[in-house]
């Protein structure tokens, strides 16, 4: 799945890790409660995943990566994702530098990217 950066946070009109108008590819969605529901993409440098706003961003409909599956945690929370990154502490374990961890990432970003896409 891809989205359109269509607004940034800063007022200045800038961001480190996005750019307007840009693609981005949505590495998993994260709907709480309240608040906006948040979307895990790769920033401009290809590499870094990070959670921003699903308020930033547009998309039209398009099919979910097969990989994807759904959680619904404590509070409410609901994850949609890939299951080995919905696991209690991939992410922990990812950013601490985790060799199976950054492996898992790896294989499911090219599970993703390999999968086709309509763009907006």
């Known amino acids: 799945m891809r ?4 607004g940034l946070e800063d007022d200045c009109g800038s961001d ?3 750019t307007l108008n ?3 590819l949505v590495l998993s969605i994260l709907v709480a409660p309240r608040g906006p529901a948040k979307l895990r993409i790769l920033a401009d440098d290809n590499q870094t995943p990070i959670l921003v706003d699903a ?9 979910l990566p097969q990989s994807w599956v759904a959680t619904i945690r404590e509070g409410g929370v609901v994850e949609l994702g890939p299951r080995s990154w919905l ?3 991939f992410w ?3 950013f601490d ?4 961890a950054i492996a898992t990432f790896q294989h499911e970003i090219q599970v993703m990217t390999d999968m086709p896409h309509q763009s907006r």
Do not use: K, N
């Open 87 to 89: 696991e209690h502490g």
């Open 22 to 24: 840009d693609e981005y």
């Open 3 to 6: 989205v359109l950066c269509i």
């Open 16 to 18: 480190p890790w996005l």
């Open 55 to 63: 308020t930033m961003f547009a998309a039209d409909s398009q099919p």
């Open 97 to 100: 530098g985790d060799t199976d």
């Open 92 to 94: 922990e374990r990812y």
